[in-house]
């Protein structure tokens, strides 16, 4: 009897850390959300209140797409869109018209149009989606850190993403939650060789915006050498379902196949970012120059004076660029000590993922300033997330003053957001 009773334990023990673990992944990505979401809300709200907007509004939104709902609704939607959420929503009602539009890939658009549709406006639709992502991803995520690591790592990368001080951009009507989403579920599920649904996933991203191709980089590597770290003799042998991951960069052909269908440039996605002024300038030169731009922007601070122009390649207020230019150096170091971190600590293929994606910013700067929009950029380069909950796990100091550092950082950039001031 008693050998009955110990061959019987684990069949019944098994099934019942499954609803276990399903459980504290949607309990903790829920706190996550709604904590971050409201401290996003409420920031926004107060900023506009208290500042006003600075008036670029009109020249970035003519049309009013960002202010459908009168005094009152626009102070509620403070949040939800600005900057870039006007190709996203104009793309959503109106397509592809030329221009600079196709530097926006369609898959996000499409979505902001069928969730809008029921509420006339893609506004909503757009903060809906995004908001909803959102939880996915922190989802997704918790399970996905689950697999090497207990509950309280898990917990706190999902705090650290939606915490994180530009994790705005995840309910604002911006693909950024979308792609979140999608990366981590394509490494997911090639974690638990789901090699069709890793390249499906894979596939989606590309079709969200160009750097979803590098997936292709850690997905390849989890399929040859599982998460250890690689030596090339020691790869494990190709099978059939490798065709699966050919999928991924199937979503950018597929988006330049439509766009030549249409009657359109099929490499516009590619030569419409010179509206932004970025090319490319060689492998990580992007780098270099943020430090040449933060070191004139700290001349130009230092001066006290706007004449001379130390940084003449940017425009307007000469103090404005060089605050932007040396915060974005500051984010660079950040970037670059979790990428260290990351590196030393976890898979290789995520190390190699978040390599990949840093290439692509600083191979292509933006002149006037080279490091635009790369903490937005960092935000969704999820690995570094896993690395920073590692390093403060356990160590409650460490905890209090990151999440502490992270929800005032949130805040303040929200309200910066809010307020049509630029962030990233």
């Known amino acids: 009897m008693g050998l009955v009773k110990m061959r019987s334990m684990p069949s019944r023990a098994v099934p019942a850390r499954v609803p276990v673990a ?22 926004a709200i107060v900023a506009v209140v208290l500042f006003g907007l600075s008036g670029r509004e009109a020249d970035f939104d003519p049309a009013g797409l960002t202010t459908p709902f009168g005094p009152t609704g626009d102070v509620l939607a403070a949040p939800l869109g600005r900057w870039d959420s006007v190709w996203f929503m104009a793309i959503a009602e109106g397509g592809y018209g030329g221009g600079a539009r196709e530097a926006f890939f369609p898959l996000y658009p499409l979505l902001v149009r069928i969730v809008g549709a029921p509420f006339g406006s893609a506004l909503v639709g757009g903060a809906l989606a995004s908001t909803a992502l959102l939880g996915v991803a922190l989802v997704l995520l918790h399970r996905l850190v689950a697999l090497d690591h207990g509950r309280a790592v898990a917990r706190n990368a999902v705090l650290v993403t939606a915490l994180f001080p530009m994790s705005f951009f995840f309910s604002a009507v911006y693909s950024e939650s979308l792609f979140l989403a999608l990366s981590v579920g394509a490494i997911y599920a090639a974690r638990r060789e789901r090699w069709a649904w890793a390249g499906a996933l894979g596939a989606l991203a590309a079709s969200t915006r160009s750097a979803g191709v590098l997936l292709l980089v850690p997905l390849a590597m989890i399929y040859l050498w599982d998460v250890r770290r690689p030596r090339l003799h020691d790869r494990r042998p190709l099978r059939a379902d490798a065709l ?16 030549a269908l249409a009657g359109h440039d099929a490499l516009a996605p590619f030569q419409a970012q010179e509206v932004w002024l970025r090319s490319f300038a060689g492998p990580f030169v992007g780098a270099w120059d943020g430090v040449v731009a933060a070191w ?3 001349r130009q601070l230092l001066s006290g004076a706007r004449e001379p122009v130390f940084f003449t390649a940017a425009g307007g207020d ?12 500051v984010w660079l170091v950040l970037a670059l000590v979790a990428l260290a971190g990351v590196l030393r600590r976890l898979p290789a293929a995520y190390g190699a993922y978040v390599v990949a994606a840093l ?23 999820f690995p570094l997330a896993i690395w920073l909950a590692l390093w403060m796990t356990g160590r409650a100091l460490r905890e209090r003053l990151v999440l502490a550092a992270f929800a005032v950082a949130l805040a303040v950039y929200t309200g910066v957001f809010a307020t049509w001031h630029w962030v990233a």
């Open 318 to 329: 000469p103090f404005v660029a060089a605050r932007h230019n040396i915060e974005l150096l």
């Open 244 to 259: 699966w991951l050919g999928l991924v960069p199937l979503g950018l052909a597929a988006y330049c196949a439509f766009l």
């Open 296 to 298: 004139q922007g700290a």
């Open 359 to 381: 290439a692509l910013p600083l191979s292509y700067p933006v002149g006037p300033q080279p490091l635009m929009s790369l903490p937005r950029f960092v935000a969704v380069l």
């Open 22 to 43: 399903v459980d504290a992944a949607l309990a903790d990505a829920w706190r996550a959300l709604w904590i971050s979401r409201l401290l996003v809300w409420a920031s």
